[in-house]
């Protein structure tokens, strides 16, 4: 062993492909299982929500513009880097919360992988899957096909600090969606880590946006925000989740939260095409046939 | 040439000025060619039972470019067992999740090495390096990385049913797109479990053995893929080893016939992808510089050597004129020659007997009294090359209407009225393609109907991608191959 002090790594808000600090200046202590302090995280405002919101709905034309192919490519990119940094991964989930083995961290860590894997290989597949040739009575040519809704604002759950979130937003950006995440509040750290892996991915800049801090101050101004076209609140316990769905309501913004049986982060019941759906829109193109 | 240019004086006039280009050519310093080359079989490259070495022939020069091995019945037998053996040893139980992994690797080796392939493939099939670098490789790694996605989404496939793998796969591929033909039977059959034994063709087995380098890369458990090179004896070996589930084959009809023919009581699983003789059609209000352009990518690309080559031109009589007129200054433009060059559009014919086959065939229009027109254009001295051909004054009867060329050589006819452009582009006995040419929409898609053709496109020709379901009806065979359809003829679907 040498003296060599370590380097802490500081951990900010990941906003239009940058990491910043948030513009209120604020942060909050994130502690380990032992109480002791990991890293201080951004404490994000009301303003860092509407940046991310602006960013995330400017990247979203040119993201939903990319070929299936080339979407499928760069979420397999990510898995592939995170791939190369799973060892910081599994010891920065290892030490989040209540804590866990690095054996267990190391489970949740492949399954977040192969979780990219997984909807990697159906961004040029759902559309195959979910939407089809309709046979109406008439001479029309007749297709359904799933678009991306847009720009979707998520909640991250609290535990585990990982896969759940993967597990959310791979299906929701796979079809063309971007994202303004908030990562769990108490374990954020290994989501801004993931964060880093994003930018390394070719994922474009506001493709994904992830905010730290207290959900209670962060979920109003996600759910009101009139340029947010869907909601995952499945991070929100239920008083929160009911307000912000009120607040949805006014600008007619759908709302999903993962089921139970979705909620079984290493099960293949949290993983699914229907996910997909569940953020695009169906439209039907309809034209005559005639000499 | 560019004398006038050079003295700077005179300024050419119009139409008496034609654009010569500096030779272009690609470097085949990536590829590390071997004097001889073995079977792949079990994971290891071995010498096949007999010793029996032939040369492949690089087209564009007449030279070999090395020996390959000629496989028997005793290698193939060999093959089968490897791919039995891999299969029941832990292929067919390996979960989707980790056959997709396999997959997705292939496809990253080979978008690694591509400029490895595309030269190599050049030099062994005679194409157009363009073409090998922007469409063969390419394409080849996306059908890998769109199948690999497959691997463990065959539930959403198939719902309702599950897919259970066939066993041991017998492909037997051609030699117009040797890399892609194998990606596009190894693919879908590896996503789905199976094991195989792949076929390359007599004239192009070298990227398919540069393959079995990149299948040894990724790891990917020995026997789960095997390779035998050989002669048509070979294929036929492989195609009536008991030991096969299931028989895919790509090339002429008279060769699928006799497949279908061996198969026949076997219960063996089979799938064609055989010869066609499209038609694209061309309506008077269409853009017809774009359709110059179409028809040209239809017909030339790859020197015709493609099954659903857009090879009868059905023109609407009002505009025949101007669009043979638009196809022959076009024609003129294009550039034959070396298939390294980067800027040849016409490369070699990919051997000798397929460049005798379309000389008798182009001497048959002739002497049947179709009009032929071939630009002037100097051919190199050596290797196998046919300069690009449109016959006009052509009938329906003529064999050049109804024979497949597979070949540059383009057969115009004429049409009055859509229906007669469907009972024309429909009478021949093959469906593999069909092209639509017309700015009205409602038009296309009534034609589209009535096309006996698997795959129909509409301004636009020679489209591929692997979400996409390709495949004839008639006897252009059966069978799709892309898209969840592809995935079918390697499953059996059980409750």
């Not at chain 2, 239809?298 to 669009?323: M, P």
Request: hydrophobic share 45%; glycine share 10%.
């Amino acid at each position: 062993m040498s003296d060599r002090l370590v380097v802490n790594k500081t951990y900010k808000q990941f906003i239009g492909g940058a990491f910043e600090r948030s513009e209120s200046g604020r942060s909050y202590p994130v502690a380990g299982a032992g109480g002791e302090l990991l890293a201080n995280a951004v404490q994000g405002s009301r303003k860092d929500v509407r940046d991310a919101v602006a960013a995330a709905r400017s990247a979203q034309a040119g993201w939903a513009g990319r070929t299936a192919y080339n979407r499928g490519q760069i979420l397999y990119r990510v898995a592939e880097v995170m791939e190369s940094r799973r060892d910081e991964f599994s010891a920065e989930v290892a030490r989040a919360g209540d804590g866990c083995s690095y054996e267990a961290a190391a489970q949740e860590t492949a399954a977040a992988i192969d979780r990219w894997v997984w909807y990697a290989g159906w961004a040029d597949k759902f559309s195959t899957v979910l939407g089809g040739a309709n046979p109406v009575a008439g001479p029309y040519f007749n297709l359904s096909v799933p678009e991306p809704v847009g720009v979707v604002g998520m909640v991250a759950p609290d535990e585990p600090p990982l896969l759940p979130l993967v597990s959310r937003l791979a299906p929701v950006i796979v079809s063309g969606n971007t994202a303004v995440v908030l990562a769990s509040e108490r374990c954020p750290l290994v989501a801004i880590t993931l964060a880093e892996t994003l930018a390394l991915s070719d994922v474009p800049s506001g493709v994904v946006n992830i905010l730290t801090g207290h959900r209670n101050e962060l979920v109003p101004p996600l759910a009101g925000h009139v340029a947010v076209d869907s909601l995952d609140l499945t991070g929100c316990d239920a008083e929160l989740a009911a307000d912000a769905a009120r607040q949805a309501a006014a600008t007619i913004t759908r709302v999903v939260s993962a089921s139970a049986a979705e909620r079984q982060w290493a099960d293949e019941s949290a993983q699914s095409p229907y996910l997909i759906d569940a953020f695009c829109e169906t439209k039907t193109v309809w034209h005559p046939k005639g000499r | 040439m560019t004398d006038r240019l050079s003295t700077g004086g005179e300024v050419a006039p119009t139409g008496d000025f034609s654009l010569e280009y500096a030779p272009a050519p690609e470097s085949t310093a990536p590829v590390r060619l071997a004097s001889q080359y073995g079977l792949f079989l079990g994971g290891e490259m071995v010498e096949s039972a007999s010793g029996r070495l032939a040369p492949t022939i690089n087209p564009a020069t007449g030279e070999a470019l090395a020996e390959v091995s000629v496989a028997d019945a005793a290698d193939v037998d060999r093959a089968v067992a490897a791919a039995r053996a891999a299969w029941e040893g832990g292929w067919r139980d390996l979960p989707g999740a980790e056959r997709a992994k396999y997959l997705y690797r292939v496809a990253r080796l080979l978008q690694e090495r591509a400029r490895e392939f595309a030269v190599l493939e050049t030099m062994d099939g005679g194409k157009p390096i363009r073409e090998s670098r922007d469409l063969d490789i390419p394409l080849a790694a996306a059908h890998f990385f769109y199948y690999a996605g497959w691997a463990d989404k065959l539930d959403y496939a198939f719902s309702g049913r599950r897919a259970a793998p066939l066993g041991v796969a017998a492909q037997v591929i051609p030699w117009n797109f040797p890399l892609l033909m194998a990606a596009w039977k190894l693919a879908p059959a590896l996503a789905c479990g199976n094991a195989v034994v792949l076929k390359p063709a007599p004239t192009t087995p070298l990227t398919a053995l540069l393959l079995a380098e990149v299948l040894r890369d990724a790891e990917l458990p020995p026997g789960v893929v095997n390779i035998v090179t050989g002669d048509d004896a070979a294929g036929a070996a492989l195609v009536a080893h008991p030991g096969v589930d299931k028989v895919a084959f790509t090339g002429s009809t008279e060769v699928g016939r006799a497949i279908g023919a061996e198969v026949a009581g076997t219960g063996k699983r089979l799938t064609l992808e055989l010869g066609g003789k499209a038609a694209n059609i061309v309506f008077d209000d269409a853009a017809l510089d774009q359709v110059t352009e179409g028809i040209v990518n239809g017909i030339y690309f790859n020197g015709g050597q493609v099954c659903c080559a857009g090879s009868r031109l059905l023109v609407q009589e009002t505009v025949a004129d101007t669009v043979v007129g638009k196809l022959q200054r076009r024609m003129d433009t294009l550039r034959v020659g070396d298939p390294l060059d980067n800027n040849t559009d016409i490369g070699a014919i990919n051997s000798q007997a397929q460049l005798d086959r379309i000389s008798e065939l182009v001497a048959s229009g002739v002497a049947e009294g179709a009009e032929l027109y071939t630009p002037q254009c100097v051919l190199p001295e050596r290797g196998f090359f046919h300069p690009p051909a449109l016959f006009t004054n052509v009938s329906t009867a003529h064999r050049i209407a109804q024979e497949e060329i597979f070949g540059p050589v383009l057969s115009v006819l004429t049409f009055r009225t859509a229906e007669e452009a469907v009972a024309k582009a429909n009478n021949t006995p093959y469906g593999l393609s069909a092209g639509i040419w017309t700015e009205k929409g409602s038009r296309i898609l009534w034609m589209a109907d009535r096309m006996q053709a698997g795959v129909v496109w509409a301004n636009t020709f020679n489209r591929f991608d692997p979400a996409s379901p390709f495949g004839g009806y008639r006897e252009s065979g059966y069978g799709r191959e892309g898209g969840r359809a592809g995935l079918l003829p390697y499953v059996e679907l059980v409750a």
